[in-house]
């Protein structure tokens, strides 16, 4: 149980269009989902956190116009990429909460604006 | 708020030897601990968490951690590694009630490199 699907894996933008990433959880409901940004060979950023029908919270320097966070449901949360850049450029993780799993983490999305 | 400190950036050994990683936290309330591991270009998988009772936790490939309130830390081991154990290996913290929607803090992560 407790597992996080997250896609695209990899994807490939123009520089100026949205990208818009899904985080799901398939087999519970996810009360609170967070959203991760991993620069190559460092830790994870906590970039926001969202609750599943209120608005999300963004850690101090991330910028919520730029990074929008969606939480419609229980089961799926998105991170969409508006006017992206290629400093934008990234790996993007989602994890999510549930009171008896934990903390269950997404495979990853590997951003590349060109 | 917490903090976690990954004391090695690199650990390499050789296949078969002992290794430990080492996490030291620091925090105002009571915490939650977990090791993760992170194979290239993945998401993170769980690989031990201490939440309550005994100290001495393990996974099921071998690892294990001790919860060390006293030193604050929570160091992962494991006797002999393998080949299969090469990957990024992350600390991380959450309070243990309810603060920050119990939002995790990661250390820097270690990367541990067996060599044959």
């Known amino acids: 149980g407790a597992v996080v699907s997250q896609h695209p894996s990899r994807v490939i933008c123009k520089s100026g269009t949205s990208v818009k990433i899904e985080c799901r959880s398939l087999?519970?409901?996810?009360?609170?989902m967070f959203w991760y940004r991993q620069f190559p060979k460092q830790s994870l950023m906590l970039m926001a956190t969202s609750n599943e029908g209120s608005k999300a919270t963004y850690e101090q320097g991330v910028e919520k116009d730029k990074f929008l966070i969606n939480h419609a449901s229980l089961t799926l949360s998105t991170l969409t990429v508006t006017s992206a850049h290629p400093e934008d450029s990234s790996f993007y993780i989602c994890?999510?909460?549930?009171?008896?799993?934990?903390?269950?983490f997404g495979s990853g999305t590997r951003l590349t604006v060109v | 708020a917490q903090s976690v400190t990954q004391l090695d950036s690199q650990v390499p050994v050789f296949e078969e030897a002992p290794v430990e990683l080492r996490c030291n936290y620091s925090s105002s309330v009571s915490v939650y601990l977990f090791w993760y591991v992170q194979y290239p270009n993945q998401g993170l998988q769980l690989l031990l968490k201490?939440?309550?009772?005994?100290?001495l936790v393990e996974s099921i490939n071998g690892f294990e951690a001790e919860f060390n309130k006293s030193q604050t830390s929570f160091h992962l081991r494991k006797p002999s590694v393998h080949i299969s154990d090469t990957a990024e290996y992350f600390c991380?913290?959450?309070?243990?009630?309810?603060?920050?929607?119990?939002?995790?803090?990661f250390g820097k992560g270690t990367l541990l490199t067996v060599n044959p």
């Open positions: 991380a913290v959450s309070a243990s009630s309810g603060g920050s929607n119990y939002k995790l803090t």
């Open positions: 994890s999510a909460r549930a009171p008896l799993f934990g903390y269950t």
């Open positions: 087999d519970f409901q996810a009360t609170t």
């Open positions: 201490y939440l309550s009772g005994s100290t």
